[in-house]
């Protein structure tokens, strides 16, 4: 477990997905992307869903993978990987830590003590918390998280009102959090943001549209026209 940490510190994780409606929604493209990202050096990559799961390790079998599966559940917020049976489809896919929302509030199944307990004892496979404030990076800690990034700030009702990249939510974290490792994710646009997170004390850095999405990179773009 200490080797898989000791590989992303200081490095480079990027996020590989794309828009259900998207042509690149498709698990041999995610694969090549992914494939790509790492043969230019990402030390990682984040996946969402089994199959794209189980494609990029096909693809790339030696390499960690952050998996999750984003799930739209009824009158709930939570949408990363809701569940243990969510989670238990992308172990068995072939991710090596699985991200899971670890926001404070109700959660449709599982409380986060609850889930990350069971992913670490019937799965045998780390737990990425992915949070929005300060508040639930420390009770992410306390139920035993192995890494707790920023993805969430900006995401969630509670702080809809803020905007990523949640450099404010990482040096909290770094100031109240010690012995478990800190990831900076959402909204990095670009390699300065990226050295910045390092910077503040982030131990990894994930970036996702900037590199992998397309579709709302030309989104944007058009925007201006």
């Known amino acids: 477990m200490k080797l898989l940490l000791d590989r992303f ?3 480079l994780i990027v996020s590989v997905q794309a828009p259900v409606d998207s042509p690149l929604h498709e698990p041999n493209v995610i694969a090549a992307m992914a494939e790509a990202a790492v043969k230019r ?31 739209n559940i009824p009158e709930s917020e939570v949408y990363i990987t809701p569940s243990f049976e969510a989670a238990e489809a992308i172990a068995v896919a072939g ?6 929302d ?8 599982e409380t986060v003590p609850e889930l990350i307990e069971k992913i670490h004892q019937k799965l045998d496979v780390l737990v990425m918390a992915d949070v929005d404030n300060i508040e ?5 800690s306390v139920a035993g998280a192995d890494w707790i990034g920023t993805t969430l700030y ?35 646009a ?19 549209t900037a590199i992998t999405g397309i579709d709302r990179k030309v989104e944007d773009f058009l925007k201006v026209f």
Request: with cysteine; net charge positive.
């Open 41 to 71: 050096g990402a030390a990682a990559v984040r996946i969402d869903t089994p199959a794209h799961v189980k494609a990029v390790r096909a693809k790339l079998p030696d390499i960690p993978i952050i998996g999750l599966w984003k799930q």
């Open 136 to 140: 639930a990076a420390l009770a992410a």
């Open 9 to 11: 510190k200081n490095n």
């Open 102 to 109: 670890a926001t404070i509030g109700p959660h449709p199944r």
């Open 190 to 208: 670009d390699p300065a943001m990226a050295k910045t997170a390092i910077d503040l004390g982030a131990d990894f850095v994930v970036v996702g």
């Open 95 to 100: 991710a090596n830590i699985i991200a899971i």
């Open 154 to 188: 900006g995401y969630t009702a509670a702080t809809a009102h803020l905007s990523p990249p949640g450099f404010s939510l990482l040096r909290a974290m770094v100031e109240q959090i010690k012995g478990i490792p800190l990831v900076c994710e959402g909204g990095i």
